[in-house]
């Protein structure tokens, strides 16, 4: 059975991040329709630059639906501190899913449920007899980490990512990628606003998990901690398992997607005549050049 190339795209980071790359400047680039094009713009200098660094044979994206998800009913300030999108980005979400269905890109997304666990669930789906690369700039995705499973990161600019195998994250961390869901249940995320054990940093979180292994682990040998983490730990036992469970991407999301819908194959003139619409005349080179490169290939 052929091994194929899949790539899964973070469809909100991507956007996200190339709103705000922008947006800082003041920088909307409003088309003769009034609609604000700046996210849709580097979202796709960003997709085209991933699908040639790449070369997939199959593509899917992965969204947000809505700002409420399962982990809101586990802890209600999950994610309480995200500001509102701005007015500026809130047409371009349609509008961006839109545009990776004019690429013929699948995008995925389950009310409920995070783009990260859409990603997860794909991932678990394909991985077995395919090499898949998930491109974000989600840190948390790294615990997908394994010997079929690559994580490219964002890095400033177009087309830089760090390129993490499950090897180099072992060689970086110390840790196998999977541990990172109890590091991060031990430290929290500030980001998504949940605590983990208090008083508990970074540094601490990994040297632990690093030790013992895991929280069942660090629980079972809370004796061979300092003082100050033993009672740390035991003043927060319910958070730390809390925070553990939201830490923890679901790998189980009820999403069905079958390899052949997400083969990649590109129509140069669909994906033109949506990119004209748009008024986005700096994709156009991009997109003929990515045209030639895939029907150099086949």
Same mark, same amino acid.
């Given at each position: 059975?052929?091994?194929?190339?899949?790539?899964?795209?973070?469809?909100?980071?991507?956007?996200?991040?190339?709103?705000?790359?922008?947006?800082?400047?003041?920088?909307?680039?409003?088309?003769?329709?009034?609609?604000?094009?700046?996210?849709?713009?580097?979202?796709?200098?960003?997709?085209?630059?991933?699908?040639?660094?790449?070369?997939?044979?199959?593509?899917?994206?992965?969204?947000?639906?809505?700002?409420?998800?399962?982990?809101?009913?586990?802890?209600?300030?999950?994610?309480?501190?995200?500001?509102?999108?701005?007015?500026?980005?809130?047409?371009?979400?349609?509008?961006?899913?839109?545009?990776?269905?004019?690429?013929?890109? &699948?995008?995925?997304? +389950? *009310?409920?449920? !995070?783009?990260?666990?859409?990603?997860?669930?794909?991932? $678990?789906? =394909?991985?077995? %007899?395919?090499?898949?690369?998930?491109?974000?700039?989600?840190?948390?995705?790294?615990?997908?980490?394994?010997?079929?499973?690559?994580?490219?990161?964002?890095?400033?600019?177009?087309?830089?990512?760090?390129?993490?195998? &499950?090897?180099?994250? +072992? *060689?970086?961390? !110390?840790?196998?990628?999977?541990?990172?869901?109890?590091? $991060?249940? =031990?430290?929290? %995320?500030?980001?998504?606003?949940?605590?983990?054990?208090?008083?508990?940093?970074?540094?601490?979180?990994?040297?632990?998990?690093?030790?013992?292994?895991?929280?069942?682990?660090?629980?079972?040998?809370?004796?061979?901690?300092?003082?100050?983490?033993?009672?740390?730990? !035991?003043?927060?036992?319910?958070?730390?398992?809390?925070?553990?469970? =939201?830490?923890?991407?679901?790998?189980?999301?009820?999403?069905?997607?079958?390899?052949?819908?997400?083969?990649?194959?590109?129509?140069?003139?669909?994906?033109?005549?949506?990119?004209?619409?748009?008024?986005?005349?700096?994709?156009?080179?991009?997109?003929?050049?990515?045209?030639?490169?895939?029907?150099?290939?086949?």
């Amino acid at each position: 059975m052929k091994k194929e190339n899949i790539l899964i795209v973070d469809g909100m980071a991507l956007l996200f991040r190339s709103f705000f790359a922008t947006s800082v400047y003041g920088q909307f680039m409003v088309n003769s329709k009034g609609i604000p094009t700046n996210a849709l713009n580097g979202f796709l200098k960003h997709l085209i630059s991933v699908i040639n660094y790449t070369n997939p044979s199959h593509i899917v994206c992965c969204w947000d639906m809505g700002s409420k998800t399962y982990r809101n009913d586990l802890f209600e300030g999950y994610k309480a501190n995200r500001p509102e999108a701005p007015v500026e980005l809130i047409p371009q979400f349609d509008l961006a899913k839109q545009v990776t269905e004019a690429f013929n890109i &699948k995008n995925i997304g +389950i *009310e409920g449920y !995070e783009a990260d666990d859409c990603i997860g669930t794909l991932t $678990k789906m =394909l991985e077995k %007899d395919n090499q898949v690369t998930i491109i974000t700039g989600d840190k948390d995705i790294l615990q997908l980490l394994n010997d079929n499973v690559d994580v490219l990161i964002f890095q400033k600019g177009i087309g830089n990512y760090k390129h993490y195998t &499950k090897g180099s994250y +072992i *060689e970086e961390f !110390e840790i196998e990628p999977t541990m990172l869901i109890d590091v $991060k249940a =031990l430290m929290g %995320d500030s980001s998504d606003n949940y605590p983990g054990v208090k008083g508990i940093g970074e540094k601490t979180a990994f040297k632990l998990v690093a030790q013992y292994k895991s929280i069942e682990g660090i629980l079972n040998n809370l004796s061979q901690l300092t003082k100050s983490q033993k009672s740390k730990i !035991e003043n927060d036992l319910e958070m730390l398992h809390l925070s553990r469970e =939201l830490a923890e991407i679901n790998c189980s999301a009820p999403l069905e997607c079958l390899i052949e819908d997400i083969v990649f194959k590109l129509d140069e003139d669909k994906a033109l005549t949506m990119l004209k619409e748009l008024e986005l005349k700096g994709i156009y080179t991009l997109l003929k050049d990515l045209s030639m490169k895939i029907e150099e290939v086949i």
